[in-house]
């Protein structure tokens, strides 16, 4: 039973470029959410996603950042015109319906050039 | 009303000693008190967990210890291992909202 997956493992973009994070949840989990790592910081809530859904989007930066989880397909956290401040971990976690517990996946790591 | 306090930040404990991490927390919401471990590079594991309906929570050399009157809980880690070497974070949820908040962090260094 395959964990929550990431990919890119690794992410470089040059100031101003689109940065595409992917996220594939445990098989038969339906919520998914992302996390940001700033360097020596802890894990700061972003967004979190349903199906089709963004059921709470509070953490997220107002803009040029955007999250979807489509019917089909692993949810994607875009990031539109990065900035070096945007330099971080990024991580996904999945839970199945009416578990407390979330599974979080080995992350991505965006450097901006 | 969101934060959760941890300390210390860093901790370095002897093998076969107890290794101590605190947290504190401002919102009464909070349900469910889970501990994470982090190792460099790699994603956050769920350790363990605990409610405030009980007062200790124990597997295997983790402990959890809750304080709910204070508004406090810590992790025990006994007989530490060189193994244990990790980043902890504990974390609140609330019933009603399904995010975690997380503590800052407390990097552990168990030497041999």
């Known amino acids: 039973n395959a964990g929550v997956m990431q990919n890119p493992r690794h992410l470089v973009r040059r100031r101003g470029q689109e940065a595409r994070l992917r996220c594939s949840p445990m098989?038969?989990?339906?919520?998914v959410y992302w996390y940001r790592q700033l360097p020596e910081e802890g894990l700061k809530f972003m967004v979190y996603?349903?199906?089709?859904?963004?059921?709470?989007e509070s953490g997220m930066p107002k803009e040029r950042f955007s999250a979807e989880f489509p019917k089909e397909g692993p949810s994607i956290l875009r990031i539109q015109q990065v900035v070096r401040g945007d330099s971080a971990a990024y991580f996904c976690?999945?839970?199945?319906?009416?578990?407390?517990?979330?599974?979080f996946g080995p992350g991505t790591r965006l450097t901006v050039l | 009303q969101q934060q959760v306090k941890q300390s210390p930040q860093s901790l370095i404990v002897q093998k076969g000693g107890i290794s101590i991490i605190n947290c504190a927390y401002e919102?009464?919401?909070?349900?469910?008190f889970p501990w994470y471990q982090q190792f460099p590079g790699k994603g956050p594991a769920l350790l363990i967990a605990?409610?405030?309906?009980?007062s200790e929570k124990k597997e295997g050399r983790f402990t959890i210890s809750f304080n709910k009157s204070a508004k406090q809980f810590s992790l025990h880690i006994m007989d530490s291992q060189p193994g244990d070497s990790a980043t902890y974070f504990c974390?609140?949820?609330?019933?009603?909202?399904?995010?975690?908040?997380f503590g800052e962090g407390t990097q552990l260094t168990v030497n041999p």
């Open positions: 996603l349903q199906k089709e859904n963004i059921i709470d």
């Open positions: 605990i409610r405030p309906d009980v």
């Open positions: 919102n009464t919401a909070f349900d469910y």
């Open positions: 098989k038969g989990h339906s919520h």
């Open positions: 976690a999945s839970s199945p319906t009416g578990a407390r517990g979330k599974f």
């Open positions: 974390a609140g949820q609330e019933a009603s909202g399904s995010r975690l908040t």
